[in-house]
């Protein structure tokens, strides 16, 4: 079992920046990929960033790549995502998952653990 809990959140002016984090516990940190995803009211769940067990490699949407980096720090167990240049449709809760059981991955069925979301909100 795995216990994710997300923090950082609030809101922002557009072209601000917000540094979110993630702790996990429960499990050991560094055997699993972890990943960010967003919620915006009325929408599906969204891909945003994922990190390899070792921080090696890092996948990114579209809309965000180049203004988000995701990273992590094994040894306090917890992943972050630093967002800069934000924007209005950035607007969104955004939630941290563990994929306990597989690779680096944007596919969301794929990711086994959630936490319960941070919401982070711009105003233009």
């Known amino acids: 079992q795995i216990q994710l809990v997300e923090s950082g959140g609030g809101l922002a002016q557009a072209g601000a920046s917000l540094r979110l984090s993630c702790a996990a516990s429960?499990?050991?940190?560094?055997?699993?990929?972890m990943a960010w995803f967003r919620q915006a009211p009325g929408l599906e769940r969204k891909f945003v960033a994922a990190?390899?067990?070792?921080?090696?490699?890092?996948n990114y949407a579209d809309s965000v790549k180049g203004r988000f980096t995701i990273s992590r720090d094994n040894d306090k167990n917890t992943v972050y995502l630093q967002m800069n240049s934000l924007k209005p449709e950035d607007t969104a809760v955004y939630l941290c998952?563990?994929?306990?059981?597989?690779?680096?991955?944007?596919?969301?069925?794929?990711?086994?653990?959630w936490g319960q979301g941070t919401q982070v909100t711009v105003s233009s």
């Open positions: 429960g499990r050991t940190f560094s055997n699993y990929p």
């Open positions: 998952a563990a994929n306990v059981f597989g690779e680096l991955t944007m596919i969301r069925a794929q990711y086994d653990y």
């Open positions: 990190i390899s067990r070792d921080g090696g490699i890092t």
